[in-house]
């Protein structure tokens, strides 16, 4: 009985150790992945104020990609997200920006008679 709940204790302590060590700002840095958003929606803006709201998130939003000519909202003028640049640029924003990773929030329309996929 003793080894299980000095078990449960000391794993305990650990997780927490560890999350203190992971959630500084020197080691966050090195561990979090540098994302950015395609397109600006509702469901984006959601995203990143969630991800921002968490300092321990693994992802670090580094701004926003717009997509001209695609239903979407306006991406924040003067806004805590800066805009990188137009999807017509992507690869080298992606490189410029060090993206690491690539996060879709609006998606361009099918072409005019397209069908279903599948």
Known sequence: MFACIATLLLLYLWRGVFYAIVSAPRWRGLIQQRAALLGWTAEAQALAGEIS?????PFQ????IDLPGVSQSTPPVGGSLP???TAADLPALLARHQVDLLIAA????PPPGAGPPG
């Open 53 to 57: 709201a968490l300092p321990a998130h």
């Open 61 to 64: 939003i580094i701004g926003l």
């Open 83 to 85: 805009v990188l640049g």
């Open 106 to 109: 609006a998606a361009r329309p």
